[in-house]
C-alpha cells in the first residue's frame, strides 16, 4: 500500500544531508514552508544551496535557516524584501553566496530538471549582466541564452491538501512555485493544511500528481514567514 | 510655462491607451496605479507573475488572503473568470508573447528601446531582478511609465543606457510626466506632450535625439 | 467586453490561409475536434502542415482532410492505427510529406513554442533515425538532440467547458494534447460541449486560461473520429 | 526437454517482479498483459502516456467512455486516487525519470541494452514511433518483454541491433518465454531459465555472449 504521509515533521525532513541542494516553494509569504523550514533548522543539514524566489524576511523561516548560518548559496530572483536584513547582512560579509535568476528562467530551469531535458535556449536576459559569460546563439534570427537544468536533492513545499497518494492541490496565488519545485527534485516534502482520504480530490483538478512527491506531512494551522 | 503630469495622470494616460480585452502585466511601482484609471466599460485583464490571470482589487481589511497577493507581495483579489497557475505556466504567458502590454517603471530609456530599471549597479548591492527580464522580452508590447526627468534633473531618455539594461530594443512606448513618445525603428518620436512646453525645452531635458509628430496631441 | 464565442463553425475556422500550419488536438479519437475539421474541408484552406498525434482513422476528421487533399506535410508520432489508409495511400503515392517525431518530444517542441524558448536538448531519439542529421550535445555526462519550436498559426482543439473570457477545462484523457496546442499557435480556436456563465468554472480548475484562447464555438453533441 | 511459457505466464512473471508502491508504463502488446497479473496485495500505479496516472482496467461494455482510453486507444477506467494532466506534464514525467519501470516489448536487444522496438526499416512504410523513444531514455528501469526468438528461430537478443534503434543501453532487464536476462556493464546475465533447458541450449537461441549467475532460479 502507498501512503507517503509521515507523522512528524521530523520524519518529513529526515535524510537531508549536509551540502544540499533544497528547493523552497513560495512567493514572498504565499506558499512558504514555514514549518519545514523550522524543521529543517533543527534537523541540523549545513553548507546548504537554497532555491527561493527570496531570500527571506524578518526572522523566522527562511530568514531563520539563514541567520542559524546553513546557508551556503541562494539560488534567487529578488533577494530583497521589505525586512530581508539577515540576507542582507550576511551578503555583505561574504557569508553567503548569491546567484541571481530571472525569476521566469529560475521556474523553467527547475521544469527542465523535472522534465528530463538537458537545458534550453531563453531570450530572457540576453545582452544583460546576468548573462555574462553564458553561451548565446542566434536562433530563427532572435538572440538567446543557454540555460541549465536546476535540479533539486529535496525539495519542501506547502500546499494545500493531499492523499496518502501524494496527489496535491494548492490553494490561490500559493500555488506559484510548488508544482514546478516538485517535479524538479529528487525527494519531494509536502506540508499540508488538510490530509484527506484516497479518492477525495477530483482527478481532473489534481496539480500535482502523487508520482512527483515522496513524503506529506499535515500542519493544520501553519505560521507565515516570507 | 507648463506643467507636469501627476502620478495620477501618468497612470490615467496610460489607462486609456489600454484597448478592451488587453491582457496586461503591471509592474512595481507606478505602473500599479494604472489599475485605478481603467475606464469601466472595458474589460482589461490584468497577469500577475506570481500565478494570477484577472487580478482584482486591493480587499477591505477584513477580506485580505495572504495567499492572494500581487508581485509586490500586497493583498489582492481575482475577478470574475480570473484563473490561478503554477510560475513555469506563467512566465510561459509571459516570455511566449500572449501578454497585449507589459507596462514597467524605468530608470533609462535609450533611443534603440534599451530598458534599464533592475539596477543601479551599486557594488556591494545584491542583484535582484524578480520578473522584470522575462516581461521586457515577451510582452507584445512594453510600455515605460516613468518621471521624464531624475531628481538631478538628469536624463533619464538616453542614447546609451549607463545602468545595467533589462532587455535590448525592448521598449514599445514611453510615458512621461512631461510626453508620450513611440519607439519607432527611425528613433524617438514624440507623439504628446504637455501644453505650453517648446520642442526645444522637451529636447533639452532629453539625452536622446527626439523627432516630433506632425501635430503631437496635448497631454493632459 | 471580451466575447470569445463565435456563432458558428464557419465563423470559428474563417481565415485559416493556404499553407497554415494547423495543431489538432486528440489522441486518437479522444480529444478530436471532428467538427472544427469538417468546417476547415468546408472552408476550403490548402497546402496545410497538420500536426496531430496520429494521421487519421477510416474517413472523417483528420482522414478527411487528408482524402480533401488538403494536407502538404503531416506531423505526428503515429500515423498508423487500425484503419489509416487514406493517409497511407497518400504517403505510398507520395502526396504528403510526413515528418515522424517522438511523441514527448512533440509535445515538448510545442510548449517550447507557447513558451518563447527558442530550443531545447532532449534526450529522446539520441542515436536513432529519427535524430540523424541533428544537432546532438553532450551534457552533464548525457548525450541530448537539439529540438527546435514547433508553432502553429492556428489550433483546433476540443474542450470540454469554457465561458467567455476562452477559460477551458478538459475531460479525462481527451485532455491530451489540448493544452499544449492553446499555447503553441497564433491562433488558437477551440470547440466545446458547453459554455458556460463566466464565473461558473474554478478559478482553481481551470486548465487552459483564456489568454491562450481567441475563438470559442459550442458543439453539444460531437461526433467522434480519430 | 523444456517448455516455454505462455504470453500470460511471462506477463505474470513480470507482474510479480514489480515492488509495491511503484510507478509504471505498459508498452502496447505483450506489456499491456501484466496489468492482469498484478499482486493483488500491491498498489502499483499505471501510467498512460495519453495523461493518465491510475489507470484501471477495461470496463463493462455499458461503461466504456472514449475519453478514457489508453495508449494503444482501448477503453480503461481511473483507479481511486488517479489524476489526469496534459501531454507535455505526461511525457515530463517519463523523460524526467518518475517512473520507476516502462515495460515494453522489443524486435531486437542487444548485449549492451540497445533496443530496437518501433521500426522494421522496411522502405516505403511510414515511421511511426509513438511515446516508445521517451519511454525508452526516461523510466529509471526499462523491462523488455518479447519471444526469445524469431518465429523463423532467429535470435532477437544480438551483439548489435540490425533493426532502426529505439534507444542506447537503455534496456536493464529482458523477460522472454524461456529466461530472464540482466542487461550489466558486464554483459547479458541469465538470472532464470525455464526448467530443463541447457546452457548450450540457450545460448544457441541467442545471438549475444550470455553469463550465467551461480544458481539461476526456475522460470514457471
Tied chains: 1, 3.
Excluded at chain 1, 30 to 41: Q, R, S, Y
Excluded at chain 2, 72 to 81: A, H, I, N, R, W
Excluded at chain 2, 125 to 145: C, E, N, R
Excluded at chain 2, 182 to 205: C, I
Amino acid at each position: 500500500m502507498i501512503n507517503k504521509i509521515v507523522n512528524s515533521l521530523a520524519e518529513a525532513v529526515a535524510g537531508i544531508h549536509d551540502g544540499a541542494t533544497v528547493l523552497l516553494s513560495g512567493f514572498g509569504g504565499a506558499g512558504m514552508p514555514t514549518e519545514l523550514i523550522h524543521a529543517l533548522i533543527d534537523q541540523g543539514a549545513r553548507e546548504l544551496t537554497v532555491v527561493n524566489n527570496n531570500a527571506g524576511n524578518g526572522e523566522t523561516g527562511l530568514a531563520a535557516l539563514l541567520k542559524a548560518g546553513r546557508v551556503r548559496k541562494m539560488v534567487c530572483s529578488f533577494p530583497k524584501s521589505s525586512n530581508s536584513y539577515v540576507f542582507e547582512g550576511l551578503y555583505r560579509e561574504g557569508k553567503v553566496e548569491l546567484e541571481c535568476v530571472p525569476q521566469g528562467t529560475m521556474a523553467e530551469r527547475m521544469r527542465a530538471a523535472g522534465a528530463g531535458l538537458g537545458g534550453f535556449y531563453t531570450p530572457t536576459a540576453y545582452g544583460t549582466q546576468l548573462a555574462e559569460g553564458k553561451e548565446t546563439r542566434e536562433i530563427n534570427g532572435r538572440q538567446y541564452v543557454f540555460e541549465l537544468p536546476l535540479k533539486g536533492d529535496f525539495a519542501l513545499v506547502k500546499a494545500e491538501r493531499a492523499d496518502r497518494w501524494g496527489n496535491l492541490i494548492y490553494r490561490k496565488a500559493a500555488r506559484n512555485f510548488g508544482p514546478v519545485m516538485c517535479m524538479a527534485a529528487a525527494t519531494t516534502i509536502v506540508q499540508v493544511r488538510e490530509i484527506v482520504e484516497l479518492g477525495r480530490l477530483d482527478p481532473e483538478s489534481i496539480v500535482t500528481p502523487g508520482i512527483f512527491v515522496k513524503r506529506v506531512v499535515g500542519v493544520a494551522t501553519p505560521q507565515l514567514s516570507s | 510655462m507648463h506643467r507636469s503630469l501627476t502620478r495620477d495622470e501618468i497612470a490615467k494616460r496610460v489607462a486609456n491607451d489600454i484597448p478592451d480585452g488587453a491582457y496586461v502585466n503591471l509592474g512595481i511601482g507606478l505602473p500599479v496605479l494604472v489599475a485605478n484609471f481603467l475606464p469601466s466599460d472595458r474589460e482589461v485583464v490584468l497577469q500577475s507573475e506570481n500565478g494570477i490571470l484577472g487580478m482584482g482589487p486591493t480587499p477591505p481589511e477584513n477580506e485580505i488572503d495572504l495567499e492572494l497577493v500581487n508581485a509586490g507581495k500586497q493583498p489582492v483579489t481575482l475577478v470574475t473568470g480570473g484563473a490561478y497557475f503554477h510560475h513555469a505556466d506563467s512566465f510561459a504567458m509571459m516570455r511566449g508573447g500572449h501578454l497585449d502590454i507589459a507596462i514597467l517603471g524605468g530608470f533609462q530609456v535609450s533611443a534603440t528601446g534599451d530598458l534599464a530599471n533592475w539596477s543601479l549597479g551599486k557594488p556591494g548591492v545584491a542583484p535582484a531582478v524578480g520578473g522584470a527580464m522575462d516581461l521586457a522580452v515577451g510582452a507584445k508590447s512594453l510600455f515605460i511609465m516613468m518621471e521624464h526627468n531624475m531628481k538631478d534633473g538628469g536624463a533619464k531618455i538616453v542614447e546609451r543606457c549607463t545602468y545595467p539594461l533589462t532587455g535590448i530594443g525592448v521598449v514599445t512606448r514611453i510615458y512621461t510626466d512631461i510626453a508620450v513618445i513611440d519607439v519607432t525603428p527611425q528613433g524617438l518620436l514624440v507623439t504628446d506632450w504637455v501644453a505650453g512646453m517648446t520642442r526645444e525645452t522637451l529636447q533639452s531635458r532629453t539625452q536622446a535625439k527626439l523627432a516630433f509628430a506632425a501635430s503631437p496631441r496635448a497631454l493632459n
